[in-house]
């Protein structure tokens, strides 16, 4: 079993819509979560970080994290072309980080 | 967020021969990392970078291939050595900083081809 794992997609969703990315991890332990976009081509960047139960919205992102059911989540509102980009989950155990092999998203004009 | 820089961005290099690729953080921070990333494929960590001592490596990476240096909290180096068309990848520097958060921050990337 691997320790985080996406669906590696492709998701397309129109402009406008909202994406929805899902993530679960595996080690019960894990304390720190996150969410990174990487464009083609390019190096991944942090977006959101959250590291308790519930919601974080920053902006158009909402975070969602449930400890208990080991899972988590990033909603995009009003998805825009330039949010198109692979979106990898990672988390933090304590020891290590733990990337997700990366859901690609791509939003539609 | 620290502002990190490395180098070299890409580079084509012959088989045999081996590149050493530079990450300067702008301030200390406690961990480095060094990680690859195949074309399609997630992030695979091959070390983490330890100040003043070893490197640790991870399973299936050895020092003899990739030898690491962090002589200081700011700086490190990744070499890949005796290479071969296996090895074309994009390499990355990761830094965090257990001071201030957990998050985790990638230099630019240096994109190796090997011919």
């Known amino acids: 079993q691997k320790e985080v794992e996406q669906n590696s997609g492709p998701l397309s969703v129109p402009e406008g819509a909202i994406a929805s990315l899902n993530c679960t991890y595996s080690?019960?332990?894990?304390?720190?979560f996150f969410w990174y976009r990487q464009y083609s081509g390019k190096s991944p960047e942090l977006i959101m970080s959250i590291y308790s139960n519930g919601d974080k919205e920053d902006g158009r992102f909402t975070a969602q994290l449930n400890k208990a059911s080991q899972y988590v989540s990033l909603l995009i509102r009003d998805s825009q072309p330039s949010d198109s980009a692979t979106y990898l989950c990672?988390?933090?155990?304590?020891?290590?980080?733990?990337f997700g092999t990366g859901t690609s998203l791509t939003v539609i004009p | 967020s620290a502002v990190i820089s490395q180098k070299p961005s890409r580079d084509i290099c012959q088989r045999g021969t081996s590149l050493t690729i530079q990450c300067q953080v702008d301030s200390q921070v406690t961990m480095m990392f060094w990680y690859r990333q195949q074309p399609g494929q997630s992030l695979t960590l091959i070390a983490t970078?330890?100040?003043?001592?070893?490197?640790?490596?991870e399973s299936g990476f050895v020092i003899d291939k990739f030898p690491i240096s962090r002589p200081n909290l700011t700086f490190s180096t990744l070499t890949v050595s005796n290479m071969s068309p296996e090895d074309s990848s994009i390499y990355l520097c990761?830094?965090?900083?257990?001071?201030?958060?957990?998050?985790?921050?990638f230099g630019q990337g240096t994109r190796l081809t090997v011919v």
């Open positions: 990672a988390v933090n155990t304590g020891n290590q980080f733990y």
């Open positions: 970078a330890n100040q003043g001592s070893e490197a640790t490596y």
């Open positions: 990761s830094v965090e900083d257990l001071r201030r958060n957990t998050e985790a921050f």
């Open positions: 080690d019960r332990g894990s304390q720190s």
